[in-house]
């Protein structure tokens, strides 16, 4: 009610807006958009939103004036279109959109008077609304709004660079490619067709996997089947398609993109070359494997895409045996024992058949087609593995739960044919009764049916639809009056019932109940009319079932075929006539006259026919003549004709009138019978009630003799009570002091055991205390000692880094030293060469100085890297130190030597000590 209300303030809003379109006024309107905005947002009910109602009408109609409004202002038109958007969320009111108002048409004109403006929010929200009205919804030629919506999406994807825009339009593109057959032509007739395919092309590698789908998407509606497409989706194009699907499919993120992705998934196995390749498909049994482990984890919205998916496949002869092998193979015989309560809880940890069969328990009214699509699947599993003798012993095990589940879907209540979700319930009705069908095919399987399903359940579906279909209910009208009077539960009810009709049939051969019953129903005559369209019908498995029930039912005797066989030349009649002459021939319905009085022979079938052609023609004279044409048009033969019909008709009326009064005069006769008969019986209710009233006064009496009797036991009844209350009470505290008193002697046991324990922990503790204060004052000494002992090596660390400090000063003495030394060797080096060929036997000394100073320079690079570590091979520095002095001595007396060999005295400023 709070939801209805706001749809009438929504009205209201608008209507005031629309005659006077204030600030104040479109305030108001958009106050209560809002609040609808948020009765309606994503998982709210929408079911007081129905098609046939008036009110719903009003309300859309007034959504789609507010778009129309060229001076609708953007603030008005998002709301609009964000209330739109979660109406659009049911598929009910998405089919009311799309067949009442052209919702797409009104989008497009407003998305042409937007593009005067750059791109905004309420542009983006367009294209995203009419992504969803398009999905999955086919669009006629004469539609102009398709035309212009086409190119301004062309226009964007071509022509206008790359933006988050893009994929919106590549969505809506795919959609309208996908369901009309005019827009795949259109497109390919525009001069930039090469351009389009071009940049199709390159969306082909982009880093978004929702681009990628969407291309893909146009570009196989386009041109799967022509050159160009056989070009593109070679063999190795198409595995990596597939790799693409399905990491898309298992990244098990509902959305846009897994659902465009399943979509494509099914368009593309509709075609030979994609079904084998995807049966060389390498990873195939993984994918498989992944994609049913992924469908015991997801959300019922996303389940419905993957079992739709997996029902696709199973259509696919070679992929049908191993998806059975993978949802029947790890059932073991501990799943006997699963019952429905549990399916829902630990689906989990079952095998992936039970998450199958729990998605079948679900209510139509949550998700719509999810329990519709998991029957379709067992069904076609269950038939194929019976079919095929695949893992029969495996649907044994848990038939049980099979049955109870089909069970409860059968003999849920049916819901009134005006309610919105009428025919998904009946479908899904239809469907689990098709599964009982197949289930038969196994014997173990059809005894535990006969033992476990309610006959009388089956019975009152039957009674029930022959009772309350609109075909039966409507045979003694015209046949184009009852077409058009059938609801949209009519047919799919009239399957229901055949349904169960012929698993009773096949029932009946188990137990004789069902024969019994089978009797009862098939000589009510209210089955004749349904059973005689059913043959009349163009569905094949219509007419299949409804030949078998008659074939079964000929050779009881309670059969009328007569009845069977006046209804359907009457059905056949009507559907070969002239729509013109269907309003004037009687039908022979189960109370019509020709019911009562059946042809006994084929003759009087034949006059009954003749008459049936002459007023046929008769009353095409009578229309004729009513729409003013003139009689010389007439043949006389005609009005002849005519004229007799007349007379004939007169004298029916003449005959039947007479048959009338005679029964007016014995219905009069009877009528004084009866009365006298009253009058007789008004004296003895009198005589009677004059006895009754002596009787009632005596019972007064003893009634008011009686009162005071009750009135003194009960006040000694309440005095009893009130004392019982008082001992009950007083009991009640007795008990309660007796109840504490028994707490209080456990309590004082527990405390005393509790008493007893805390001493025993209390020493314990007290020993550990004095470890521990042992401990301390150990550890107190032995901190001491650290102490000492850290002072100490912080002295000797101090010392180190003065001696630190003396060695890196000798070092660097040392260092210039060495240059300076180095520098004397160079020039005695260049001495040395230009004497070359006198000081032969001094080349071999100076080569054995290079070779020493080499040494140093590398000793020099050690003392480098030892100073870094100083602190730890002090020591060993000092050795090395000395070390070096002794070499550099010895440098210095081979130097002298040179010199004295050379003859130049050493000069006297010159270090005798280096």
Known sequence: MEAISCVKAVILAASQYKHHKSDDNMLYLLRQLDVLISVTKKGSSLTFLHPKQMLSTEFIACLIEIMNDPQTRASLAYKTMTLLNNLASASYLHEFFHKQFDVAAVLTSYLHVCLSQPIDENVILCIKLLQKLTYKTETSAQQCYVEELVNFLIHQIVEVAESDFTPWCLGLLSNLCRSNAYVKPFIKNRENCKAIFKKLMTYLRHQSQKVEIFAISVICNFCIEDEIGRRIFQEQNIHQVFQLLFSIILSGKPGTTQQYAVDLFIDIIQ?????????????????????????????????????????????????????????????????????CSQLASSRGKLAPIFTVIYWATVAVECHENLPLVALDLLCLLFKAAFSEGLFVEKIVVFDDLLLAVLQGIISSSSQPSESIFAVKNLQRRLKAVVLLKILCTSETTCVKMVSNLDILTLQLIVEQQMKTNTIGLNSNLTFRHSVEDMNDTSEISLDVMLMVLDLMLILSNKDLRYGQQMDKLLQDPHLMPLLAFSLTSVSEERITTALRLMFAAANRATFSMTLLSENLSWFNRRSQLPLVCSSVIPSPGVNSLSSVALPSSTADTRSSSKTLDLDVSVQILIDKMQKGLKLKDLRSSELIALYEHRLQSLQTKENHLQDLLETKTATLLQSDRLLAQFRLRIAQCEAEGHKLRCLLQESEQHREGLEEKVDALTSKFELLNSEFERLGQENNRLEDISGKHRQLTQDYAEQSKRFDSCQRALKTLRQEHDSLVEMDEMLKRHSETLRQQLEKASQQVLSLEEEKNNTSIQLKDKETKVIDLSRLLQKTEENLKSKTSDYDELEVAIDKLRTELTKAEQAKKELHHQVSSLEVVCRQREASIKEKDGLIEKQAQLAALIHSCSGKPMSTNQPSNF
């Not at 995807?278 to 079992?307: K, P, R």
């Not at 049908?320 to 501990?334: A, G, P, Y």
């Open 271 to 339: 075609f030979e070359k994609f079904r084998t390749s995807l049966i060389n498909y390498d990873n195939l049994s993984q994918s498989l494997q992944q994609v049913l482990h992924l469908l015991v984890s997801l959300e019922a919205n996303y389940s419905s895409e993957i079992l739709e998916l997996l029902l696709r496949f199973c259509e696919v002869k070679d992929l049908r045996k191993e998806i059975c092998h993978l949802l029947l193979d790890s059932v073991t015989q501990k799943d006997s024992k699963i019952s």
